[in-house]
């Protein structure tokens, strides 16, 4: 079923406005792992505060671009030095795809859900400071139509593509504002930060590297993070980094980084 979104002033973002102080903001990863208490990153941005609102009712997006985006979307999951992780991800040019480097950390070979097939893959790009990660199928990919990358743009409203047990689905999305994110990288190793942005978005465990996207169907973000206590906030790094580490992946292939202790 198409759903679709409007801007912070719309009247369909409806609910209670939500003030957080953005001089440090403590998130947690979205990827599912056994029973492992969730990894943690800074967030900082230089201002005040922010005002979140209410995730959008509908994202607006055409049937016809809902269908190709869906089709797009894949699941990833695999073993972890024995735990078990799932993350969301999708196709990008050269039959690749891009999830976050959370949900593959320690993974040799993650297996991709793909139209409801399963399909195998190798890493090779690997940021942990960016959170990303690019994964190549060992087989086709049915032809799908690869997504395009785009530049974020806040107080616009997008969606996120998320792919769960039945399936993938698009969440509405609003894109509040774009943020510089600093603290630590997935290992908790100090790191310069990453340009991201901040979602009003309800994301749950398991939606680690889905694709956010514009009313263009163009990928903007790729998600990392929620707000924790509950409220519908979520965090993803902008596009930029995933044009970045596609293009090392092509002239330097990376494996995946070691497991997150």
């Known amino acids: 079923m198409t759903r679709s ?14 003030l957080f102080p953005i001089v440090v903001l403590t998130i947690s ?10 990894k943690t990153v800074a967030v900082r941005h230089l201002g005040d505060s922010v005002e979140v609102g ?10 016809v671009v809902t269908a190709q985006l869906l089709a797009a979307t894949v699941g990833v999951r695999g073993l972890d030095c024995g735990r078990a992780q799932v993350g969301s991800g999708f196709v990008v040019g050269g039959a690749l795809v891009v999830t976050a ?46 997504l395009q990358l785009g530049q974020p743009v806040a107080g616009s409203v997008g969606a996120i593509l998320v792919h769960e047990a039945d399936g993938p689905r698009l969440v509405p999305a609003g894109l509040e504002m774009l943020i510089r994110a600093t603290g630590t990288d997935v290992y908790g190793r100090p790191a310069d930060g990453r340009d991201a942005m901040v979602l009003a978005a309800g994301v749950l465990t398991g939606h ?24 519908p906030v979520a965090y993803a790094v902008q596009a930029a980094a995933v044009q970045s580490l ?16």
Do not use: K, M, W, Y
Not at 29 to 36: I, N, W
Not at 248 to 259: L, V
């Open 101 to 146: 480097a959370h949900v593959v950390a320690g993974i040799d070979a993650p297996v991709l859900t793909v139209a409801g097939e399963e399909v195998a893959s190798r890493v090779v790009g690997f940021d942990p400071v960016a959170d990303l990660a690019v994964l190549q199928p060992v087989s086709d990919l049915h032809g799908l139509a690869p």
């Open 54 to 63: 209410s995730p959008p009712v509908e994202h607006h997006l055409t049937d």
């Open 5 to 18: 979104g409007s801007t912070g002033s719309d009247p369909l973002r409806r609910g209670i406005t939500r």
């Open 29 to 38: 990863v979205l990827a599912c792992s056994s029973g492992d208490v969730p």
């Open 208 to 231: 680690s590297g889905a694709a956010v996207v514009d009313q263009a169907g163009r990928v903007v973000g790729v998600t990392f993070s929620r707000a924790r206590g509950g409220d």
């Open 246 to 261: 596609l293009d090392s992946a092509e002239n330097s292939p990376e494996p995946a980084g070691p497991c997150i202790d």
